[in-house]
């Protein structure tokens, strides 16, 4: 089970750290990312963070405003947003993959758990 927490509204130039929870005893065996979804848009990917090693991968256009890191002691993924834009207003949404690395998520449709998601909403 995955839960997000940390959205909510905030002006253009803030920053929110998105956190998503898991539950069980192998989530350092598991591939994460973030994904977003806007009104009226179809869902992608966000940001990327393989089960080994923590290679990331990152959209171009959150890239140098966003870092993804995991800290496996805790079972938690984190998603640091910085300098937001209105156009990063969406829902956000945590997956994993048993064993997924940054190429492997990047070439699914859909992924072994989500969370239910959390708002993020920047205004101008």
């Known amino acids: 089970q995955l839960v997000e927490s940390g959205g909510g509204l905030v002006q253009a130039g803030g920053s929110l750290r998105l956190s998503c929870a898991a539950s069980?005893?192998?989530?350092?065996?598991?591939?994460l990312g973030w994904f977003r979804q806007a009104p009226g848009k179809e869902r992608e990917y966000v940001a990327l963070?393989?089960?080994?090693?923590?290679?990331?991968y990152y959209r171009d256009s959150v890239k140098g405003r966003f870092a993804i890191y995991r800290d496996n002691a805790k079972n938690t993924m984190y998603l640091q947003m910085n300098n937001l834009k209105p156009e990063d207003t969406a829902s956000y949404y945590c997956?994993?993959?048993?064993?997924?690395?940054?190429?492997?998520?990047?070439?699914?449709?859909?992924?072994?758990?989500w969370g239910q998601g959390t708002q993020v909403t920047v205004s101008s």
């Open positions: 963070i393989s089960w080994s090693a923590g290679n990331t």
């Open positions: 069980g005893s192998t989530f350092s065996s598991y591939g």
């Open positions: 997956a994993a993959d048993y064993l997924g690395t940054t190429n492997s998520m990047i070439s699914r449709e859909d992924h072994d758990h």
